[in-house]
Each structure stands twice: as structure tokens, then as C-alpha cells.
């Protein structure tokens, strides 16, 4: 299986902040790796996919980029809707796996 | 517009049978290279994925539950059911269904659309 590895799993962070959310893969993975935004409740959103393109709806303060084994999630100037859990997840092969979830939390 | 719904019991026995049905709209599981999964969410835990449904029918199931799972789909209801067998506290989850596409003329694919949820509790 390909382990998924999100760094950190919380961060604490102000509004306007920018933030940086890492995701290393235990093997190479190219660019099918994707991230989502989940809150309590609700249904995951997709933010991120093929490691760099942006979801359509998606604002634009939110990035990706990596290849290979590492990758990163970008959310510059952190909005209030923004503080909840990120995952990162690759899709290279079965089974598909998540990391462990990164949950920003407000200063 | 697009929705999933996820139904199913909130409440089952230890070693009893779970069906979950996936009942969806705006979307088609008969154009290529779409599909359909599912992915679970125990009390303050991380996703885990559970099984997948191709258009063409194929389905792919996480190793470690493949011996208790049976995805299937019934296109014109717009509908995909998982069954897990011999349920047990530790399946205690949310469990979610997830549409999935793919970046056009490769293999990247992702779930682009979810549903809400249904929480399942195992408990005698």
C-alpha cells in the first residue's frame, strides 16, 4: 500500500495567514495526488487534483504543486470558512489511500 | 445540479449486514471513465476508502475488507449499493459515496463530488 503522510496534523494560524500543508507519499505517486477541505458535517470538497489544478469553484487563494513523493497544499491568506481539516489522497493505486488529515485551527 | 444521497441504517447488530445505498443526481455512471465510491470516516479519524465502481462495471475493493464488501450499481435508478458483512464495533463510521472523474485522455482520476454522509453505529 502507499502511505500517505501529512505534515502537520494541526496548525494554529490567523486570518490572512499563509499556510502550507505538506503530503509525502511512500512511493512514487506522480501527480495523482489530490486534496480535499472537509468540515464536520459536511460533504468533502475537492480542492485540488492531478496535484496542481485548481477545482472549478475553488477560490484561488488555494494551490498545489509536487510530483514524485512530495507535495504541497498552499492556502494563502487564510479565510475564516478556511479553518477545518485537509487530506491529501493518491489515486496511482489500489487501494487508494488518505493521509491522516491536517486541521487548521484559528490563533 | 448535482447531489448524493447516502441512506442505509443508522443502527446495526454485531455480525449483521450492512446495505448502504448511494442515490444520485446531475450525474451519469454510463459515460466513460467515470465511477463511483465509497469511503468511510470512523469518530475523529481519517478517510479510508473502501471500494470502487467503473462505468464499465469493473469494481475495485480495499484489500483489507474485500472478503465483506459487494459494491454494485443500477444505472438507470441512479444508484450504487455497498454491502459489508459480518459488521463490528470498529465499522462504527460516517460513510460517505464519492463521484469520480478523470483529467481528460489520462488515468488521474479523483472524487470530484461527495455526499453528506451516513453515520452507522455497530452496537448490540
Not at chain 1, 460533504?43 to 477545482?55: E, F, N, T
Not at chain 2, 458483512?85 to 488515468?107: E, K, L, Q, R
Amino acid at each position: 500500500d502507499t502511505q500517505m503522510t501529512q505534515s502537520p496534523s494541526s496548525l494554529s494560524a490567523f486570518v490572512g495567514d499563509r499556510v502550507t500543508i505538506t503530503c509525502r507519499a511512500s512511493q512514487t505517486i506522480s501527480n495523482y495526488l489530490h486534496w480535499y477541505q472537509h468540515k464536520p458535517g459536511k460533504a468533502p470538497k475537492l480542492l485540488i487534483y492531478g496535484a496542481s489544478r485548481l477545482q472549478s469553484g475553488v477560490p484561488s487563494r488555494f494551490s498545489g504543486s509536487g510530483s514524485g513523493t512530495d507535495f504541497t497544499l498552499t492556502i494563502t491568506s487564510l479565510q475564516p470558512e478556511d479553518f477545518t481539516t485537509y487530506y491529501c489522497q493518491q489515486t496511482y493505486n489500489f487501494p487508494l489511500t488518505f493521509g491522516g488529515g491536517t486541521k487548521v485551527e484559528i490563533k | 445540479q448535482i447531489t448524493l444521497e447516502e441512506s442505509g441504517p443508522t443502527l446495526v447488530k454485531p455480525t449483521q449486514t450492512l446495505t448502504l445505498t448511494c442515490t444520485f443526481s446531475g450525474l451519469s455512471l454510463s459515460t466513460s471513465g467515470v465511477g463511483m465510491g465509497w469511503i468511510r470516516q470512523p469518530p475523529g479519524g481519517a478517510l479510508e476508502w473502501l471500494a470502487l465502481i467503473y462505468y464499465d462495471d469493473d469494481k475495485r475493493y480495499s484489500p483489507s475488507l474485500r472478503s465483506r464488501l459487494t459494491i454494485t450499481k443500477d444505472t438507470s435508478k441512479n444508484q450504487v449499493d455497498l454491502t459489508m458483512t459480518n459488521m463490528g464495533p470498529v465499522d462504527t463510521a460516517t460513510y460517505f459515496c464519492a463521484h469520480s472523474s478523470s483529467i481528460v485522455a489520462t488515468n488521474v482520476y479523483f472524487f470530484d463530488y461527495w455526499g453528506q454522509g451516513t453515520r452507522v453505529t455497530v452496537s448490540s
